[in-house]
């Protein structure tokens, strides 16, 4: 964590010094991002901790845990492909996950099919994409999560 905050304020300085109005403009313009995300992120936060603290650690364990096997993995990949939790909550999110004994590669399948398939989002792509090439897409998302998590298995 100290070398990303050393990083950013190194980074911060040379912004400053190439061209100052930029930086503050950028600066600015990042506060306000973050001031409009921040209802949408304390909320999903919320949600999150209320079923972290709802579902007590060894119903988890049990459900996605290392003695679940087969079943928990897709538990976890079903559960993925109909969360919209966006990234910056599921990252964090998979650390507890880890924390409470789900093992990498279960985690690994939940966050990838969480990020690359989309069932609730499924029709807003078939209307840009088309049906063939939005269910083509998910199909393969969905089976590539598999692979993620074999691999993610096999070197952790």
Known sequence: MFTLIFTTIICLALSLAVDREKTYVGCRRGVMMFIKLLPSLLIVLALVSIFLYLVPERSL?????ANSGFAGV???ALAGT???IP???AYPLAGIFIGRGVPPATVAVFITTLMM?????LPIEIGYFGKKAAVM?????FAG???????????L
């Open 87 to 89: 990234g910056f909550i």
């Open 74 to 76: 897709v538990t976890a």
């Open 82 to 84: 109909v969360a919209l």
């Open 117 to 121: 398939v989309g069932v609730m989002t």
């Open 145 to 155: 999560a598999f692979i993620i998590g074999v691999m993610m298995g096999i070197f």
């Open 137 to 141: 897409r998910n199909v393969l998302s």
């Open 61 to 65: 364990t049990a459900l996605l845990g």
